[in-house]
């Protein structure tokens, strides 16, 4: 993969789907991020491949826009220094950066998109938000719900999704992809008006 020339840079559109890497992982709720990567990789007829960064990308483009799709090969917790040297080298600003991860203050599978904001206890942003030195990044927050009854929230994402909730999973990751796609392609304003 070469970087970008300057006049290309703007036009590049970073997305990074959160998970934690390896099979132990692979069906978290945690693992929502990359669940929904590997939608965005499909589209793009892409495989991911081994980049400097840290993270595994995909290129290619989505309604005509280039667009790099990145998994982290670190864990959850260490996704800020993969995200901002793919930042750099794709040299895209930390606010055009766009974070999929999952949410624990959203119903399951409702979407919402924003800029900014806290971490909410999610130690993946908050690396990132470390890194990037900013917390004025994109966000595709997928609803995970609470966990029941007095479950520890650590340990409720680092679980698998329920038989249930596999059933529409599908469903609901390629809604998701779509809301990136718009947000990549035409803006925030624009996917949150499709997609709020």
Do not use: W
């Not at 692979?26 to 980049?51: M, P, T, W, Y």
């Amino acid at each position: 993969m070469t970087p970008p020339d300057d006049n290309d840079a703007g036009r590049l559109a970073l997305v990074f789907g959160l998970g934690n890497p390896g099979p132990r992982y692979a069906g978290n709720r945690h693992n929502i991020g990359f669940l929904v990567a590997d939608e965005l990789a499909g589209r793009l007829g892409s495989g991911f491949k081994r980049h400097k960064s840290g993270a595994d990308i995909a290129e290619g483009r989505l309604d005509g826009s280039r667009v790099a799709v990145a998994k982290s090969r670190s864990l959850m917790n260490l996704s800020g220094g993969p995200v901002a040297a793919a930042a750099r080298f794709y040299k895209v600003p930390p606010e055009s950066v766009i974070v999929i991860h999952d949410e624990l203050d959203l119903p399951y599978g409702r979407v919402r998109l924003k800029r900014g904001g806290g971490e909410n206890g999610h130690n993946g942003l908050r690396s990132i938000s470390r890194s990037l030195g900013t917390r004025d990044y994109l966000r595709v927050r997928f609803g995970v719900d609470r966990p029941p009854g007095r479950m520890d929230p650590a340990d409720y994402v680092l679980r698998d999704f329920s038989k249930a909730e596999r059933a529409e999973l599908g469903y609901f990751v390629d809604h998701c992809a779509d809301a990136v796609r718009t947000l990549a392609t035409k803006g925030l304003e624009a996917a949150q008006n499709e997609f709020h």
